[in-house]
Nanobody
Framework: QVQLVESGGGLVQPGGSLRLSCAAS????????MAWYRQPPGKQRELVAA???????NYVDSVKGRFTISRDNAKNTVYLEMNSLNAEDTAVYYC?????????????WGQGTQVTVSA
């Protein structure tokens, strides 16, 4: 099994910044794509940003220019740097990873971390 543990969420004022981290551990031979999703209150979960194993990234339009996804393959960790936060960014943020192990490839989710943007 693989565990994804997120950290870095919290309460921040509009215009502020937060950095989320997600560390993967367990039965891992290789991690393919990693991503951050979010689920605002009363809404469906949406993809925020994704990064391939060789560093290619993509973002949902609403966060382009404000959020940056990155990863440290040596640490099996993905990050999400969030700047210029606004109330619409309030959500539970989830880490997601495609993980390879002895010929298998499975998808895993973290438990989620709350981000609240409020004055």
């Amino acid at each position: 099994q693989v565990q994804l543990v997120e950290s870095g969420g919290g309460l921040v004022q509009p215009g502020g910044s937060l950095r989320l981290s997600c560390a993967a551990s367990g039965r891992i031979s290789r991690i393919y794509a990693m991503a951050w999703y979010r689920q605002p209150p009363g809404k469906q979960r949406e993809l925020v940003a994704a990064i391939t194993s060789d560093g290619n990234t993509n973002y949902v339009d609403s966060v382009k220019g404000r959020f940056t996804i990155s990863r440290d393959n040596a640490k099996n960790t993905v990050y999400l740097e969030m700047n210029s936060l606004n109330a619409e960014d309030t959500a539970v943020y989830y880490c997601n990873a495609d993980v390879g192990w002895h010929g298998r490839r499975d998808n895993y989710w973290g438990q989620g971390t709350q981000v609240t943007v409020s004055a």
